[in-house]
């Protein structure tokens, strides 16, 4: 069997023809007419008022909290179970993130617990919706009203994923994506912010581009911003795969469903996976399994003799408080702990056939069945 990577961007649609346009027309910076595309598109496909694209999913997520006014001694509420990006963002604007443990069925920040973290410090949430599962949103953003401390989606892995009829990213006060290579939908590097609120809007718009405010003249810089700008050959690619995102998303769940019957059939008993309570809540970036206590080996025994028959894993993040930048060792938070020490991210990605899929669940039966 030829090498099974874990991710691999699909390009089928008008990704070639735009991006061939900007270089024909030499409009290959931030002003061209696909950025501004980009974002009108993206913003309608998540249902909110206004979007900006930018350079990646981390910026995305700095943006979001100096429009929130997030400042050195602030706390934000995460989930210690996350990519380190959400951590680094709170970082980025010397915040102090605060994190929390994991729901053991979904995989997910558990809403009881955030509310126990909230201080008089509190001064923002960040959900995070892991491997493209929604978050109990509703349960967050009352919340968030209660108390009333704003929430920023990190939606970077669930492009398109629906909460109660609305997408993910058009709920909380900002949304944050991510269009790297392994994402839903790629440009290489990438972010989005959403958001239906005006000022976020305008002070997330000002700092994404140097301060600039396009009311005032030329070189006319209001703040100290940043260069946060998306290129038009990067919102060229993504245009063209947003126009496929149903598509993308439709065969991220063909997959699943796939792996999940082979699960019940081949596993039943090995592996548990993410709680799925209505099907519009995931849209799949990655298929992951936790490995049961009837696996007697150590997950990383199984991803060395995964990749022994060519198969590429990833093991499922760890959780914040355990790595060094973020290192608490009198935190205990069991169940992200159990998940990111027995959790793999199996290769999850459009196109992938049924042979393939076949061949990993089979493998993985070999390793682990006793
Ligand atoms: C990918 C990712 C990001 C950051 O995105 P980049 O585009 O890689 O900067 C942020 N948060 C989560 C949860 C992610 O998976």
Redesign the pocket.
Known sequence: MERISIANPVFKGNEKKYLTECIDTGWVSANGRFVKEFQSEFAKFCGTDYAIACS????T?HLALIALGIKPGDEVIMPTL??I??ANAVKMVGGTPVFVDSDPDTWNVDPAKIEAAITPRTKAIIP?H?YGLSCDMTAIMDISRKYNIPVVE?A??AHGAMWDGKRVGSMGAIG?F???GN?IITCG???MVTTNDEELYNTMKLYHSQGVDPKQKRYWHMVAGYNYRMTNMQAAIGLGQLEDIDWHIGERRRVSASYNSKFQDMLDGYVTVQKVANPENHVYWMNCIELTDKVKKERDQVMAEMEQKNIEMRPLFYPMHVMPPYEDKSASFPIAEKIGARGICLPTHAGMDEEKIEYVVKSLQEIICE
């Open positions: 990646n999913g981390t910026v997520l996350t990519y990006a959400t995070v892991l990190d970077a892995e944050s991510s269009f790297f994402k590097e990438g972010g």
